[in-house]
Nanobody, 115 residues
Framework: QVQLVESGGGLVQPGGSLRLSCAAS????????MGWYRQAPGKQRELVAV???????NYADSVKGRFTISRDNAKNTVYLQMNSLKPEDTAVYYC?????????WGQGTQVTVSS
C-alpha cells in the first residue's frame, strides 16, 4: 500500500510561484499514475493535473500554461510547479495515486494566493 505526504504550500501574492511536492512510500511508486487535485471552500474537489506512469501529462484548462506536473521516480516524488498564481487558485491541494482505481490520497497542503 502506498502512503502520500504533500508539502510546499503556503501564502503567496498574486503572480507568484510555489512548488508542491508529494512524497510516496510503501509501494513501487513508478507503477502509479499520479494526480494533483484541489478543493476550495464550499466547492467540490477538482482535478488540476495528472501524470501517468509513462510520463504523459494532462491539465485542467484553468491551469494550462501556468502549472507543470512532473515526477522523479528515483525520489518517489511528484511535483506541481505553479506559476502566475491567481486568487482563484486558493485551495487545499491533494495528491493521489491511481492504478485502475485510486489507491491513496495525501492529507493535503493549503495554498493561499492573496495580497
Amino acid at each position: 500500500q502506498v502512503q502520500l505526504v504533500e508539502s510546499g504550500g503556503g501564502l503567496v501574492q498574486p503572480g507568484g510561484s510555489l512548488r508542491l511536492s508529494c512524497a510516496a512510500s510503501g509501494s513501487i511508486f513508478s507503477i502509479y499514475d499520479m494526480g494533483w487535485y484541489r478543493q476550495a471552500p464550499g466547492k467540490q474537489r477538482e482535478l488540476v493535473a495528472v501524470i501517468t506512469s509513462g510520463g504523459t501529462t494532462n491539465y485542467a484548462d484553468s491551469v494550462k500554461g501556468r502549472f507543470t506536473i512532473s515526477r522523479d521516480n528515483a525520489k518517489n516524488t511528484v511535483y506541481l510547479q505553479m506559476n502566475s498564481l491567481k486568487p482563484e487558485d486558493t485551495a487545499v491541494y491533494y495528491c493521489n495515486a491511481e492504478r485502475v482505481i485510486v489507491v491513496a490520497w495525501g492529507q493535503g497542503t493549503q495554498v493561499t494566493v492573496s495580497s
